[in-house]
């Protein structure tokens, strides 16, 4: 009873950590694109959320900027689709709601870490605490979490982890193998990025399922296992075809997967993104990270030499080279965001706290339990500030485009239909924490504004048009002019962030 009520403890504990993080997003209006999708599905028929299977995520909102079928390009992302018209069901245009579906999806990736580690570490709770909590607590996630259009980042981690947790409990306990396979495809309908996932499940078969490929047997085994996969992979590719009339979709002009020099320049850069200030609060960052490298060789090396080099070998090959490949596989491919890593982040965690626990292995069991909270401690203080800062700057941004929102709504709400109004000092960055973003039109219409003003009168915005490429005739006269005062705008720390 002792030990069930210690592991709902930490579960418990684990499930709060993003509340306790990301609380203050809570009751943060909409910035960026939430905007766009949510006029995208606002009044749609059954039919449309159906159609996401097979069409563009924002239906035809981005079509001014290239993002339409027709031209083979767009996201094939319905389970987000699907997600965001429930909460606008319940919710409406109230944001509480939407926040706090995304922090409780947040929750359940970070509970499922734990769950999947201490199944990786039989009788090793606090390491697989440690390992959940780190994760929880990086600021990666906090580019993820206050940005309710972000929930994707969130929703193919969280189906991925739990895919990976039905494959180790096939495995291991003869469980059922359908929890991941469904488990996997709800991950490829919420992200793209989710498809090399399936590599993480057949890598645990090369290194932890005992998988013998001497032996005929050992090939039918595998192939049981991960031949639905592949039906799965048809069926998704023929979606896709079907959405975009090509495989690819997404923003074709960008992509660069067959690029080597992309390639190099992504791992590159994310590990270097790792010890950036916005993502580690300890003094000399380079030098933390060029010790973690160092601790990470000697710690693998101590037990491969002198640990238990047969059950801690395979786990963090597991854990290391193969959760990375799957994790990070088609992430070169686009452009770089440090809210794209947390299944990457995850198998850092993952493997540090593995790797923790072969090096403790013959300390006492007190002693652990000391080295993990030590170690606790020390995420903490390097991932609390930077990603309470990053939640901290989305509050502020959803706090001011409420309130120019408002402001526009409140001084043309007399305009008759076929006016013009010209607004100019509308903060739209386009790095986080983004502000209006590239949702501006979108903010101005039903159901944000109840005038419905970007649709009922020529609405012109410098920037906005720069943006989303809208092309519009401009007016030789305004009805209204409205210029927001920028003053009241905190502007981002971050270079490349733009306003107008």
């Known amino acids: 009873m002792e030990g069930r009520a210690a592991r709902a403890a930490c579960i418990a504990l684990l499930a709060c950590i993003p509340f306790a993080l990301y609380g203050i997003n809570l009751d943060d209006y909409f910035v960026g694109d939430d905007f766009d999708f949510l006029v995208s599905i606002h009044e749609q028929p059954a039919a449309y959320f159906a159609a996401r299977l097979w069409d563009n995520e924002a239906g035809s909102v981005w079509r001014d900027a290239g993002f339409d079928s027709a031209q083979g390009r ?26 706090l579906t995304s922090t409780l999806v947040f929750s359940a990736l970070v509970v499922g870490v734990f769950l999947l580690l201490e199944s990786l570490l039989p009788g090793r709770r606090p390491f697989a605490l440690l390992g959940a909590a780190a994760a929880a607590l990086h600021p990666t996630f906090a580019e993820v979490v206050p940005f309710i259009t972000a929930r994707d ?62 032996a005929r047997e050992g090939w039918r085994r595998l192939a049981r296992a991960h031949a ?26 960008e992509t660069r997967f067959a690029s080597p020099a992309a390639f190099l320049t ?50 963090l090959v597991f854990l290391g080279p193969v959760w990375y490949v799957g994790a990070t596989g088609l992430l070169h491919g686009t452009y770089f965001t440090t809210r794209h890593h947390g299944m990457a982040v995850i198998g850092l965690a993952m493997f540090a706290s593995a ?44 706090g001011v485009t409420s309130r120019v929102r408002q402001a526009i709504d409140e001084q043309t709400r007399h305009l008759p239909d076929g006016c013009a109004v010209r607004i100019t000092g509308v903060p739209q960055w386009t790095e986080r924490p983004w502000y209006f973003g590239w949702g501006l039109r979108s903010a101005l219409s039903r159901p944000f504004t109840p005038g419905d003003l970007a649709n009922r009168c020529v609405v012109v915005n410098a920037r906005n048009l720069a943006l989303t490429h809208a092309r519009i005739e401009i007016p030789e006269r305004f009805d209204l002019v409205i210029d927001i005062d920028t003053r009241t705008v905190e502007r981002p720390r971050r270079r490349g962030a733009a306003a107008r």
Not at 74 to 90: C, M, T
Not at 232 to 249: D, K, P, Q, T
């Open 266 to 315: 992504f791992h590159a850069w994310l590990f270097r993104s790792l010890v950036a200030p916005s993502q580690l609060a300890l003094p000399w960052p380079r030098a933390v990270g060029a010790l973690a490298v160092a601790a990470a060789l000697a710690g693998t090396a101590y037990v491969l030499l002198r640990g238990d080099r047969r059950r801690y070998a395979p786990l």
């Open 74 to 99: 767009g996201y094939l992302r319905p389970v987000k689709i699907w997600l965001l018209k429930a909460d606008q069901l319940v919710s409406a245009t109230r944001p509480f709601g939407y926040h």
């Open 153 to 214: 980042e969130a929703l193919a981690a969280l189906f991925g982890v739990f895919a990976i947790l039905a494959f180790v409990r096939f495995r291991e306990r003869g469980r059922s193998p359908l929890p991941y396979y469904a488990c996997y495809a709800l991950a490829l309908l919420s992200k793209e990025s989710a498809l090399p996932f399936a590599a993480i499940a057949f890598g645990y078969d090369l290194t932890l399922g005992r998988a013998s490929l001497r």
């Open 355 to 398: 790797l923790l626990a072969g090096v403790t292995e013959r300390l006492a069991p007190a002693s652990q339990r000391a080295v993990c909270a030590a170690l606790l401690v020390v995420c903490a203080v390097a991932f609390v500030p930077p990603a309470y800062g990053l939640a901290r700057s989305y509050d502020a941004a959803a």
């Open 228 to 253: 639905p996969v592949a039906l799965l992979l048809v069926a998704y590719f023929g979606l896709r075809l079907i959405a975009f009339g090509n495989f690819m979709g997404g923003d074709v002009g």
